[in-house]
């Protein structure tokens, strides 16, 4: 049973052109899967012992996420047709299967975003007229308009950046890099810091290549960005308890709102898998319900 896992994962790697995060994730899942049929005695694929509703309550019985035992339900079920098409088994066992739904813990687990009005009053705070307040301004507005990690931020250096096309390398998880869009306010507020607070930051010191800088000329760290998004927001009347990561969901989550297609903002985000992305779908959902409930006569 194990050479088979070892043909999929191939399969998927070379075939298919999986990424190796995926591969050693598929291939840990179903390795665990394999485990659990051979302790309850099942030495072959195409065993009728096969308990696929005995494996979901095991994996329940872990106290896993639904959203993680959907993925390892998604591992089973692609290995399985993978089976069925080279011809290996004779019945698919996944082809009635469902998913565990993900919709209750998702919902419950959604992430913090801002409205357009809270969005607004956080960018509008930093003084532009000060080094570090343009700084401030450039950093609040790239992160609004492409949705970037702390630490993608953090370490962006000014070659990553083009002023001409008004886009940004962006370098994030695993070193995978992605272009995203920088949009005409951002671009305008990161040529001004450039050309106006950049250089007067450098002089007190030189942090190579890095684009945002602190007062001293070092490279700006995740904890001042985290202290400068939490000033901000208090300074701008904000009530919620935000993270640099909430201008992130309020990314998604408002491209999302104005039609925005899935596969674009996945793409925008560096999300590998399209479930992380479609966390934003039940923002809006949630969104769209609280409205219905207060806003139709019969809601």
Not at 65 to 80: E, G, L, N, Q
Not at 125 to 147: H, N, S
Not at 155 to 170: C, P, R, T
Request: aromatic share 10%; glycine share 6%; with cysteine.
């Amino acid at each position: 049973m194990k050479q088979q896992i070892e043909d999929f994962i191939n399969y998927l790697n070379i075939e298919r052109g999986v990424s190796l995060n995926t591969c050693l994730a598929y291939k840990g899942d179903l390795t665990q899967y394999r485990a659990f049929l051979e302790e309850n005695g099942v030495q072959s694929w195409d065993s009728k012992k096969i308990d696929l509703t005995g494996y979901l309550n095991f994996l329940r019985n872990t106290q896993l996420k639904p959203i993680s035992i959907s993925r390892k339900v998604a591992a089973i079920k692609t290995f399985y047709r993978f089976m069925e098409n080279e011809g290996r088994i004779e019945f698919n066992p996944t082809l009635y299967l469902e998913s565990p739904s993900i919709k209750s813990w998702a919902t419950s687990k959604l992430p913090k975003f801002l409205t357009y009005k809270e969005v607004e009053s956080l960018l509008n705070q930093p003084e532009v007229t000060k080094p570090i307040g343009l700084r401030d301004k450039a950093i609040l507005e790239f992160m609004y308009a492409t949705g970037s990690r702390v630490s993608e931020v953090t370490s962006l250096n000014v070659s990553q950046i083009n002023l001409e096309i008004g886009f940004a390398n962006i370098i994030g998880k695993g070193s995978k890099e992605r272009i995203v869009p920088l949009g005409k306010t951002a671009l305008n507020y990161i040529s001004e810091y450039l050309e106006k607070g950049r250089p007067v930051l450098v002089k007190n010191g030189h942090d190579g290549e890095r684009l945002f800088l602190n007062w001293r000329g070092g490279h700006i760290t995740r904890q001042a960005l985290w202290k400068m998004i939490k000033k901000y927001a208090l300074a701008g009347g904000i009530k919620k308890d935000i993270s640099p990561h909430s201008l992130r969901h309020s990314f998604a989550t408002h491209l999302l709102a104005n039609d925005a297609d899935l596969r674009s903002v996945q793409e925008m985000l560096g999300h590998a898998n399209i479930t992380t992305t479609q966390i934003y779908t039940h923002i809006n959902h949630a969104r769209l319900k609280t409205l219905h409930a207060k806003y139709h006569p019969r809601g």
